[in-house]
Every structure is written in structure tokens, then in C-alpha cells.
């Protein structure tokens, strides 16, 4: 998942702006690049908080990553929160498995 968060805030702000994210969600919220896979609710708050409605297209951006890596297609569904997908994804992976 972090490799996702990554490769999702790189290609929408590039690499001086993921570090900048980062340290905005430390700071603001305690929040360090390893605790976003525990706390995925206060990460995309935090998104929110920093880049209002522009934290959409970063969350698509992470998400579609994270897809891919998993070899799971990726359907955009109206209304959807970045946790609904991560639920989506572990749901799928366990009918899977």
C-alpha cells in the first residue's frame, strides 16, 4: 500500500510535494508514512484537510496504483471514499484467496 501512496502523491505532486505531504501529516496529525496503512480514515482526512477537493484526483491517482499492483481491475464507483476502496480491495482479495 505505501508503495501506492507513494507512486500515487509522485505523479500528482511530484517528488518535493510528497515530502511536503508527509510532513504536513506528522505534523498536523501524528501521522508518519508508515501509520497511513493502520489509519487510512485519518490519512485521507488529512489529504483533505491539505488539498480540499483536490485530494480526489490523489486518492484516484493512489488508489488506481494500488489496484494495478494487486492485478485488480479498477472500476470507478460514484460516491466512493479512498476507504471504500481499500474495503473493495480486501474483500476482493479475500474471495480470492
Known sequence: ????????????LG???RKATYF?????????????PNNPAV??????????SGAKVIE???????????????EKKKGARFEDYLQDIIERKENIS
Open 43 to 52: 490519512f485521507a482526512s488529512g489529504l483533505e484537510k491539505i488539498f480540499a
Open 15 to 17: 517528488d518535493s510535494g
Open 60 to 74: 484516484e491517482s493512489m488508489v488506481k496504483s494500488l489496484y494495478s499492483k494487486l492485478g485488480i481491475k479498477y
Open 1 to 12: 500500500m505505501l508503495e501506492a501512496v507513494d507512486e500515487g502523491l509522485l505523479l500528482i
Open 24 to 36: 504536513h501529516l506528522q505534523h498536523m496529525y501524528s501521522l508518519t508514512r508508515e501509520d497511513i
